[in-house]
C-alpha cells in the first residue's frame, strides 16, 4: 500500500525518550520493579510481554494517567519533571490505547482535532479550518474518510486510523500503539503496517505493544521483553527467533504448537439454532451444541459472529428462525430470559460489555449470581458471596491482592478471567464465548483453555467464537466457518480430522 504524501515534513533532528528505572506499586504489590528502554525516532521498538507483567502501567505511565514511584523519564535529553497528560502531549508523546479513547457521537473531524484552538472567541466551531486540518492529519495515515461522518458508524479499522491521525494532527513525535491489531483483518494489519513504516520514514518514534512474534518481526527494529515487572531481554531485529521471544517473555522453552485433548462431548443438544436469522446482518443460521461439546465459529471480521452470539443471548431479536434450549423453543425478551434459561456470554469487549471498571473484583464475579446469594429479605448473604468469589478467584487464578480493589486495576488477561467467573457462578448449561482471548498473552490462553475445556468436561456446552483459525482448530471438537452473514457446514477438528492447513483456507477462501 502507498501511504499519501502530506504537508509533514520529516525532523531534521532525532528525537529520543528514555525510560530509566519506572517502579510502580499497587497496595504494596510491586508491578514494575525497574523498567528501562529507549525510544529514538525513525525506529519502531516493540514492548513485549505476558499480561501481569507491567506493558498496560508503562503505557499509563506515558501516557500521564498514572504517576510512577520512582525512575525518570527524559525526552531530547532534558528530564520531564510534569508527567501529568498535558505535560506528556506537550512533550509530543501519544498513547493510542486499545479503545482509541474517540467520541462515538462526534464526526471524523471533530474527533481529529478536539481541543484545538480553531475555534472563535464564543466557542463556536470555525468548520473550514477544522476539515483542514483533520484532511491534514488524515492523509498522514493515508485515511479517505469523510470528515463528516461519525465515527462511531466507522469499522474498527478506520477508528483506529482517526485515532492515530488525531495524534499527528497534536505533532506526536513518540506513538505508543497499545496491541493494535487486535481486532483487526489481515489486509487491516497490512494496511496499518504501511502507515507505521511511513511515520517511521518521517522520522516518528514508535512503541508496539505486541507479543505475537510475527508482527513484532515484522514490523521492530529492536524488542523489549517485560517479564514480572522488568525489561528481562531486549532483542535487536536479526536476533528475534520466536522461540526466544517465547522463552523470553514466560522463563520456559516453547511448546510444540498441537491439538489440546478433549473430553468427548455428550449427546444430548443443548444449543439449537433453526434458520435463525436477523437483518442486515446473518441469515439461515443452523448449528447445534451438545452437552460437554466445544463448538467453534470462526470468519474474518465482519462476518456476523458477534451479531449472532447477541442474538442467541436475548440482545438482540431475530427476525426468523428458532432457538432451542434443551429441546425447548426459547424467545428471549432480554439477555436476563438466556441467563434464566442457562446461558452464559463472555462478550467481545469485556470493557464495555463485560466489567464494571469502577467496582471491585468481589462486585464483579458475584454480579450475575446476585439473586442466588440473597436472603428472603433481598438481602446479600456475605459469605455465601464471598466464599463463590474466593473458589473462582482461585480456581481461575486471577492475580489480585484483594478482591476488594477495582477490577480496572487488572491485566487484560486477568479482567477476561473475571467475566469468565462471573458466568461460571451462574451455574450454565450453555457457555458462548465471544474473542475469549482477543489481548490476551499466550500463558493467559493456555488457563483459559484449561478452564473452557473443564467447562465441557462437566457437561456445559460451549459455542466458541474467534477471529483466530488456529484457535477453534485447537480446542474446538467441530467448527463452523461464517461468511457474509451465512454459516457453512461444521468442520470435525477433534484429534486432527482435519488439518489446519484446510480450515484456514476454508476461511480465506
Request: neutral net charge; hydrophobic residues 50%; glycine residues 8%.
Amino acid at each position: 500500500m502507498t501511504v499519501p504524501r502530506s504537508r509533514m515534513v520529516i525532523m531534521a533532528a532525532v528525537s529520543s525518550l528514555v525510560v530509566e528505572d519506572l517502579v510502580k506499586a499497587f497496595q504494596g504489590n510491586a508491578v514494575l520493579t525497574g523498567v528501562s528502554l529507549r525510544l529514538e525516532g525513525g525506529r519502531v521498538a516493540a514492548l513485549s510481554g505476558l499480561n501481569g507483567a507491567g506493558k498496560s502501567t508503562v503505557i499509563k505511565i506515558l501516557a500521564g494517567v498514572l504517576a510512577a514511584d520512582g525512575g525518570r523519564i527524559v525526552v531530547d535529553g532534558r528530564e520531564a519533571h510534569r508527567l501529568d497528560p498535558a505535560a506528556m502531549k506537550r512533550a509530543g508523546i501519544e498513547v493510542i490505547f486499545q479503545d482509541f479513547a474517540l467520541f462515538p457521537n462526534l464526526t471524523v473531524a471533530e474527533n481529529v482535532t478536539f481541543g484545538d484552538a480553531v475555534a472563535t472567541p464564543w466557542r463556536l466551531v470555525r468548520r473550514r479550518p477544522t476539515h483542514a486540518r483533520a484532511r491534514d492529519a488524515l492523509a498522514l495515515v493515508g485515511a479517505d474518510l469523510d470528515p463528516e461522518a461519525e465515527v462511531g458508524g466507522l469499522p474498527i479499522a478506520d477508528r483506529q486510523l482517526v485515532a492515530i491521525a488525531r495524534a499527528l494532527a497534536h505533532d506526536a513525535r513518540f506513538l505508543v500503539l497499545d496491541e493494535p491489531t487486535a481486532s483487526l483483518t489481515h489486509a487491516e494489519v497490512q494496511r496499518l503496517f504501511a502507515v507505521v513504516a511511513d511515520l517511521k520514514r518521517r522520522g516518528v518514534a514508535i512503541l508496539f505493544i505486541s507479543h505475537r512474534y510475527a508482527e513484532v518481526a515484522a514490523i521492530a527494529d529492536e524488542v523489549f521483553v517485560l517479564r514480572d515487572g522488568a525489561v528481562v531481554r531486549t532483542f535487536a531485529r536479526d536476533e528475534l527467533t520466536a522461540a526466544a521471544l517465547h522463552e523470553a517473555m514466560t522463563g520456559a522453552a516453547s511448546p510444540a504448537a498441537t491439538q489440546l485433548v478433549l473430553p468427548p462431548p455428550g449427546d444430548a443438544i443443548a444449543l439449537e439454532a433453526v434458520g435463525l436469522g436477523r437483518a442486515g446482518a446473518f441469515a439461515e443460521v443452523d448449528l447445534t451444541v451438545r452437552a460437554g461439546e466445544i463448538v467453534g465459529l470462526t470468519g474474518l471480521l465482519g462476518a456476523g459472529k458477534t451479531e449472532l452470539a447477541e442474538v442467541l443471548f436475548g440482545l438482540a431479536r431475530p427476525d426468523a428462525g428458532e432457538i432451542r434450549v434443551a429441546g425447548r423453543a426459547r424467545r428471549f425478551r432480554s439477555d436476563r430470559d438466556a441467563v434464566a434459561a442457562g446461558l452464559a456470554l463472555v462478550p467481545e469487549d469485556r470493557l464495555a460489555q463485560g466489567l464494571v471498571l469502577p467496582a471491585s473484583v468481589r462486585d464483579n464475579v458475584a454480579l450475575a449470581s446476585l439473586d442466588r446469594l440473597t436472603d428472603r429479605l433481598g438481602l446479600v448473604d456475605r459469605r455465601r458471596r464471598d466464599d463463590l468469589v474466593r473458589r473462582l478467584v482461585g480456581q481461575l487464578q486471577i492475580r489480585v491482592a484483594d478482591v476488594a480493589a477495582p477490577v480496572a486495576r487488572l491485566s487484560g488477561g486477568n479482567q477476561q478471567r473475571v467475566v469468565l467467573a462471573k458466568w461460571l457462578a451462574t451455574d450454565p448449561a450453555v457457555l458462548i464465548l465471544d474473542g475469549p482471548t482477543v489481548g490476551v498473552d499466550v500463558a493467559a490462553r493456555g488457563l483459559i483453555y484449561d478452564l473452557v475445556r473443564a467447562a465441557a468436561s462437566r457437561g456445559i456446552a460451549v459455542l466458541l467464537i474467534s477471529n483466530e483459525v488456529e484457535e477453534v482448530w485447537s480446542i474446538c471438537h467441530r467448527v463452523h466457518v461464517m461468511t457474509a452473514g451465512r454459516v457453512a457446514r461444521a468442520i470435525p477438528t477433534a484429534g486432527g480430522a482435519v488439518p489446519l492447513q484446510t480450515l484456514e483456507a476454508s476461511v480465506h477462501g
